[in-house]
């Protein structure tokens, strides 16, 4: 009931295409979604989050998609650039504290 | 950078070798974090702090031993590690637990 469940495990998208990482959930009591974005070298930086009373937020050219019912939720990168390239996590908590992460998605965007 | 410090960013260590990790935030947050990410698995929180009391322990084996002597210092203390332990070591803080948690740099640890 803890595991949070990414997917692709990988994706490589042209420049300007809008990659789409998806993730699963299964605790109900969670009430806060993040996802995070890794470069090598660097640690996870917080780059957008939904709470469960919302069904889209968007910034920048970044979106999350939160589907309540389903207990899902996604991330969607529009215009995508090759400084995009990285790893990206999802994660899930009640409150923020013990975040549940996913296993990460490799992006590539290609010139 | 996010504001979040760790040394050293690199170590390696043997099996019957002590070391320690270091973790500093100048954010002013009350709450630390140590997360353990390995190669295919997902991030794993270790521990949480919040005012220097320990409030979480995510069933870690005692060779790590975590230090919180104040809200800006955290550390964790090694000791007779397993190969099996070698991954990137990630300290986190945030403003209460109920905040967004900021992620230093990390230190690879490798243990031979």
């Known amino acids: 009931q803890q595991q949070v469940k990414q997917s692709p495990q990988s994706l490589i998208v042209q420049k300007g295409g809008i990659p789409i990482i998806n993730c699963a959930y299964e605790?109900?009591?969670?009430?806060?979604f993040p996802w995070y974005q890794q470069f090598p070298g660097k640690g996870p930086a917080l780059l957008i989050a939904?709470?469960?009373?919302?069904s889209e937020k968007k910034e920048g050219r970044f979106t999350i998609s939160f589907n309540k019912s389903a207990k899902q939720f996604s991330l969607h990168i529009m215009d995508s650039q090759p400084g995009d390239s990285a790893t990206y996590f999802c994660?899930?908590?009640?409150?923020?504290?013990?975040?549940?992460f996913g296993q990460g998605t490799r992006l590539t965007i290609n010139p | 950078e996010t504001g979040v410090t760790q040394t050293p960013r690199h170590l390696v260590m043997g099996m019957t070798n002590k070391k320690s990790l270091k973790c500093e935030q100048h954010?002013?947050?009350?709450?630390m974090y140590w997360y353990k990410q390995s190669a295919k698995k997902p991030l794993e929180l270790m521990f949480v702090?919040?005012?220097?009391?320990?409030?979480e322990n995510n069933s870690v084996p005692s060779r790590f031993s975590p230090e919180c002597p104040n809200s800006s210092h955290l550390f964790l203390h090694l000791h007779t590690l397993q190969p099996e332990d070698s991954a990137l070591y990630l300290c986190?803080?945030?403003?209460?637990?109920?905040?967004?948690?900021?992620f230093g740099p990390g230190t690879r640890l490798t243990v031979l």
């Open positions: 954010l002013g947050h009350n709450a």
């Open positions: 939904i709470r469960p009373d919302v």
């Open positions: 702090y919040n005012f220097k009391e320990q409030t």
């Open positions: 605790n109900t009591a969670f009430d806060y």
């Open positions: 986190a803080s945030s403003q209460t637990t109920e905040r967004e948690q900021f």
């Open positions: 994660a899930a908590s009640r409150g923020a504290q013990k975040l549940v």
